[in-house]
């Protein structure tokens, strides 16, 4: 069993099943609220339950909760799925292109929107997710946008000004000029946040119409030659790249065994 500083302090039932790899948060309070788990040797239907991850004895279905393997990976999503586990209007979601995977439960590193493309990450580490998805944590991605008119620098300029947008003040770290053609054109686009379809509101906001989103990179992690649809593991390397510095998982942890 491993130690439970390795998973936090005490907090509820359904967050530990998700630090420990077994489920998202939303699904583990399912299986809470269904009787199907049980707290030291009883049924427990409150997912806020305290528990110690790694130590209080948890069961699901009868069978014990262990730490799952931590597993890291990279998708390049294609237009037209929906960044979720289930859709309750029965679109397909990216869970489509791991079908065949022999892999444990893993959640998506942040959103792509549905009309968006590209690099998209997954794993079952929720700490590492969570450094990622922080503004503060200082992680950079970048996007290429096609857009419905020929761009220029001062709408590049205008996008790393900022914008106004329902109230948020919404900007870029950086935006360039791709190339421009006769009537549109394609921009890179980098943030350290990731609000709500953010460089679509933007674009909006500058009266801009936005035809294709593709994030390429996160950190130094690119999308490179990743087909459509396809995926693969991080090296132990990269995950080290894209760690919290004060909790970078061991390299032997990112695979499947």
């Not at 968006?116 to 700490?127: M, P």
């Not at 003040?169 to 943030?191: C, I, N, T, Y």
Request: aromatic content about 4%; proline content about 6%.
């Amino acid at each position: 069993m491993s130690h439970p500083g390795a998973y936090g302090g005490r907090c509820g039932l359904a967050r530990a099943l998700s630090k420990l790899g077994w489920c998202s948060r939303t699904g583990a309070a399912a299986l809470v609220a269904a009787g199907r788990v049980a707290v030291d040797g009883r049924i427990e239907r409150d997912p806020e339950r305290t528990v110690l991850p790694g130590r209080t004895a948890i069961l699901v279905d009868g069978r014990p909760v262990m730490a799952a393997p931590r597993v890291y990976v990279a998708l390049n999503k294609p237009r037209g799925l929906v960044t979720s586990a289930a859709d309750d209007r029965g679109r397909d979601t990216v869970y489509r292109c791991l079908a065949d995977a022999a892999l444990p439960w893993v959640g998506p590193v942040g959103r792509l929107d549905r009309a968006s493309e590209g690099l998209l990450l997954l794993t079952n580490d929720t700490a590492w997710a969570a450094h990622l998805t922080d503004p503060a944590g200082g992680v950079v991605k970048r996007y290429h946008v096609q857009v419905g008119r020929v761009p220029d620098g001062t709408l590049a300029s205008r996008l790393e000004q900022g914008v106004e947008d329902r109230g948020e003040s919404l900007s870029a770290v950086r935006a360039r000029v791709l190339r421009a053609g006769a009537r549109h054109g394609w921009l890179e686009v980098e943030l350290d946040e990731g609000r709500n379809r953010q460089i679509r509101r933007m674009l909006a906001a500058l009266g801009v119409d936005v035809l294709r989103l593709v994030r390429v990179a996160i950190g130094p992690l690119a999308l490179a030659g990743l087909p459509k649809g396809g995926w693969r593991l991080l090296d132990p390397a990269e995950v080290l790249a894209l760690a919290p510095p004060s909790n970078r998982p061991m390299a032997g942890r990112t695979g499947l065994g």
